[in-house]
Structures are given as structure tokens and as C-alpha cells.
């Protein structure tokens, strides 16, 4: 248990190292708007999470959580990019599970307090503001459709391997060992956005 709240909390320390758009992906011109939900300050207790309609209890709270804004103020939507640092093999099993496939719809649930702080510490411009879905402050959580969902699943060496050796992912899915997720200046690793470059919308098309 302490060597999973260990791995955790610097799984944690480095994903806020990460820019507003996960490192690597790029959208096409005029669009992307995104914001890192996940890891957020510390010192604040309202965070995006994901949930399925209806739910009031069963919240998905990944490591990390990027949110790209779509959509008009009537129809409005987001991609979802998510970060989740796998402790154990079953782990990984409880974690996939929640990102499969499914006939129900999942939810961005955004607080209040989170919209209405600012992005970054020397701007204050809101991020309500920065979604691009809102006409004015929000006085309620905005809660969203989610139309597309990928993960990056970090997992041990030993772990990663095997799973590597023996499975398939699904076309969402990617994987890569936890011990490069935890390096120092992960997000700036080649490899790593190369990975994460093949998450972005945009890399399922020839281009122009």
C-alpha cells in the first residue's frame, strides 16, 4: 500500500507538469480547447470528473483528466484524453473496464469552482471562459456529453511487458510503463508525445 500511494502521488506530481493540451496532440485550426481537469490544485477540493447519467455515486476520477471543449453553447460536448497509472494487473482490468465500450453515455461533470477559477496562476482569465460553450458565469456545474474517450494506461515494466507479449488493445486504449510516466520531464520525452500524438482526433485522417 505505501509503495502504491508512493507511485501515486508522484504519478500525480509529474501529470501536473503537463501542459492545458496533452504533449503531443494537435487539432486542426480554430479548434481544441482544452483544459487540464486532472491532477488540479491541490488545495482545491472540486475537480472534473466522469459519470454515467443518473449516477450520483459512481464517479470515474482518473489521474489525468483532459477535457476539449466542442460545440456550440446549444449542443456542446467533449473530448475526452485521460491519464490512469496502473498499481497492479486487476487494477488495470477496474480501470478498463470504466473506459470500455458502451451502450451508455458518459458525462463530464464540471464544478463550479473550478469554472470559475483561473487557468493558470498569472492569468485570470476564468476557465469558464475558455471553454467556449458558456455565455456567462456559471452559477451551476456544467455537466457534458462525452463523444470521444482515449486513455493512456501506464503500467509496471514487468506488467507492461506482459501485456504487450499477450494482449491487444482496443482502439482507445494505448499503454506505456509507469517508469517513464514518473521520469523527470516526461512530457517533453519524444516518444512519449509521439504516443500520445496518435490520441488526437486529427490522426485518424490523411490531412490536407
Known amino acids: 500500500m505505501l509503495a502504491y500511494t ?27 480547447r482544452w483544459l487540464r481537469g486532472r491532477p488540479g490544485d491541490m488545495s482545491a477540493s472540486s475537480h472534473p470528473f466522469l459519470k454515467l447519467p443518473g449516477s450520483n455515486r459512481l464517479r470515474t476520477l482518473p489521474d489525468g483528466l483532459w477535457l476539449n471543449f466542442g460545440g456550440t453553447v446549444l449542443e456542446p ?11 497492479s494487473f486487476a487494477n488495470m482490468l477496474d480501470k478498463r473496464s470504466r ?12 464544478p463550479v469552482p473550478w469554472l470559475l ?30 463523444r470521444d474517450v482515449r486513455v493512456l494506461y501506464a503500467l509496471k515494466s514487468r506488467q507492461y511487458k506482459g501485456f504487450m507479449e499477450s494482449q491487444i488493445p482496443h482502439p482507445h486504449e494505448y499503454f506505456m510503463p509507469v517508469e517513464r510516466l514518473t521520469a ?21 485522417f490523411l490531412g490536407t
Open 99 to 110: 473506459f470500455a465500450p458502451s451502450t451508455n453515455s458518459m458525462l463530464a461533470f464540471c
Open 6 to 32: 508512493r507511485m501515486d502521488g508522484l504519478v500525480r506530481e509529474r501529470l501536473q507538469q503537463w501542459p492545458q493540451r496533452p504533449p503531443g496532440i494537435r487539432e486542426a485550426l480554430g479548434k481544441g
Open 117 to 146: 477559477a483561473p487557468v493558470v496562476e498569472n492569468d485570470p482569465t476564468p476557465r469558464w471562459k475558455m471553454t467556449g460553450v458558456l455565455r456567462a458565469q456559471p452559477a451551476t456545474p456544467l455537466v457534458l456529453p462525452v
Open 184 to 204: 523527470a520531464n516526461a512530457a517533453e520525452d519524444p516518444s512519449i508525445r509521439a504516443l500520445v500524438a496518435r490520441a488526437s482526433t486529427n490522426a485518424n
Open 77 to 87: 460536448f467533449v473530448d475526452v484524453f485521460a491519464v490512469e497509472a496502473c498499481s
